[in-house]
């Protein structure tokens, strides 16, 4: 949706406002600004939800102000019956509400916000400070201190990298004030209970309710179909409840290839379920080009993190160019569900379902941070129904026996990825999609654009370091030390964008658990194309 800067301390403005602006992909439409004797709020928009008054920062029934980066979709709810009418709105943008519920609640209220979010607020009136970000942490955020002690909070480390002694990353699920500190307020029930539910047969109305009301938009919108489980899904409910108002629904996918694995399932999808179907074909040489800038709007050196982005920014390109500003997207759901081909491997149910919590508490370092800055590079904005809260409580609360794959030969034909989930949705006389879909095994993004991207790209990096730049390695990185010649060239471009010492501590590494290849490709994983059967 946006681009934030909040400073508490003292900062000059016209140099607050200069590194707001390295943000500006993420908020074309409008800028804002407002300084007060406390600190700066900075705001790029990409106005998703009222675009006639949402500008922001949005100041509440006093001097009060917030920016906001995400979107509530209880906002309406929240107004009406929390707040009961008391606060008369400026706007009707979902952001409003949150200056509103700090007035009355004080810095206790994250955890009423249905949606994701990163936002801070400067309170002039009771001298009060606050920035919070959403339990996942969707919506990327990073602070930092300056060499007067003023702090500083942004939603991409670029605009910190200048002003700052240290860059750290905001914790999901967190807020901070200066009064007191960091503070998580997000503890989900699979956090603290012990998953034991073995009723998955509402998880289909779980979903669909979290599809639902990810659609509250005032702009044209589609969804990324990459043919795979979890986009085709998201796909064919959006597509379902657009077709309920007489709409079409617009369906977005991307290969090197007419015949890459992805497009001709997606294209199978996107005919099935009746979408206006776009299909992008990119070479090589284009994902190399575009793979060598993007480290910088990515800010991180992970090769997992970089292969599936490249084809995902080069999509964004199109579809930005197409009118488009929001689209709805799958991740998550191989985290939550345990989807991940090295799931496979997984020894006991118990190392099972702490894997899948480990993996969701990492999904912004990883899929949910390449989805927001890859796609918000090109000014558009992802929702991932996947990573409802509500549903999260169900999934991960479901009894591992019903999520854990089992491999082929330990018993008769084995357990597929992601069974229960395929199973919620396997309607014979309704299908959500064609049963061969519904039942694909899981293929990586960056493998089902077509296998020759990441070998070609591979084989690039190979070609652009010498075994002697290659020997220094560990001596020019000693953390996080590139182990091949892939990972030493993307380190070297994310070391000429970003020289602050404490960026590379900023990144995390996507690493499958499990898994004999020390390659974090899917396909490198031994049971690729060999576990499709379905158990009965």
Same mark, same amino acid.
């Given at each position: ?29 409008? %800028? ?51 707040? /009961? ?17 700090? *007035? *009355? ?21 009771? /001298? ?42 905001? $914790? ?15 503890? $989900? ?69 007419? +015949? ?25 040489? =284009? ?11 990515? &800010? ?36 939550? #569900? ?34 927001? /800055? ?42 597929? &990825?992601?069974?229960?989930? %395929? ?23 960056? +493998? ?21 730049? #290659? ?14 010649? =892939? ?31 020390? +390659? ?5 994983? *031994? ?10």
């Amino acid at each position: 949706m946006c681009g934030i800067l909040a400073t508490f301390g003292k900062a000059d403005a016209a140099y607050v406002s200069q590194q707001s602006a390295l943000m500006a992909h993420r908020g074309p439409d409008e %800028r804002g600004m407002v300084e007060t004797s406390l600190g700066i709020l900075c705001h790029e928009r990409l106005s998703i939800v009222d675009t006639a008054t949402g500008r922001q920062p949005i100041n509440g029934t006093r001097n009060c102000y917030v920016v906001h980066n995400g979107e509530i979709f209880n906002h309406v709810q929240l107004h009406a019956e929390t707040l /009961k009418g008391k606060y008369k709105c400026h706007t009707t943008s979902d952001s409003e509400v949150i200056i509103h519920m700090y *007035e *009355e609640f004080g810095i206790d209220f994250c955890n009423m916000l249905d949606g994701f979010y990163a936002f801070a607020i400067i309170d002039e009136d009771k /001298k009060k400070f606050m920035v919070a970000r959403d339990p996942i942490g969707i919506k990327p955020l990073y602070y930092g201190t300056d060499k007067n002690g003023t702090m500083w909070f942004a939603s991409e480390m670029k605009s910190l990298c200048d002003a700052c002694v240290d860059i750290n990353v905001f $914790p999901p699920g967190y807020y901070y004030t200066p009064e007191t500190g960091f503070v998580k307020f997000y503890i $989900p029930k699979w956090e603290t209970t012990t998953a034991d539910d073995y009723d998955a047969s509402d998880l289909r109305d779980y979903l669909e309710r979290s599809v639902d009301k990810r659609l509250m938009c005032d702009v044209p919108f589609g969804v990324l179909l990459s043919g795979g489980l979890d986009s085709s899904l998201i796909a064919a409910i959006t597509a379902r409840k657009l077709k309920e108002q007489g709409k079409q629904l617009h369906s977005f996918s991307i290969g090197l290839t007419a +015949d890459a694995p992805d497009l001709i399932a997606a294209r199978q999808v996107a005919e099935f379920i009746g979408t206006i179907h776009h299909e992008v074909h990119f070479t090589v040489e =284009e994902g190399i080009a575009a793979a060598e800038k993007l480290v910088y709007n990515l &800010e991180s050196y992970d090769i997992t993190t970089l292969r599936a982005s490249t084809p995902m920014f080069l999509l964004g390109k199109y579809i930005r160019d197409k009118g488009f500003k929001m689209v709805l997207s799958g991740e998550g759901a191989d985290e939550v #569900f345990g989807g991940y081909l090295y799931f496979y491997n997984a020894p006991t149910l118990e190392e099972f379902q702490e894997e899948t919590k480990r993996r969701v508490r990492l999904l912004h370092t990883a899929d949910v941070l390449r989805a927001d /800055k890859s796609m918000m590079a090109s000014s558009i904005e992802v929702r991932e129904p996947m990573l409802d809260k509500y549903l999260l409580d169900k999934a991960i609360g479901l009894h591992p026996s019903l999520k854990m794959p089992i491999k082929p030969g330990v018993i008769e034909k084995g357990r597929i &990825e992601k069974y229960v989930l %395929r199973a919620a949705f396997d309607d014979a006389e309704n299908p959500y999609l064609p049963h061969h879909i519904l039942w694909r095994q899981k293929e990586q993004f960056s +493998d089902g654009v077509g296998y020759n991207w990441i070998d070609g790209f591979k084989a690039y990096c190979e070609a652009q370091v010498s075994d002697e730049q #290659f020997s220094k390695a560990a001596a020019m990185y000693p953390h996080h030390t590139p182990e091949t010649k =892939e990972a030493f060239f993307i380190r070297e471009k994310f070391a000429s964008y970003f020289t602050h010492p404490q960026a590379e501590t900023t990144v995390s590494k996507w690493i499958p658990k499990w898994q004999k290849s020390s +390659d974090p490709s899917g396909r490198a994983n *031994e049971l690729h194309e060999a576990a499709t059967q379905v158990l009965s």
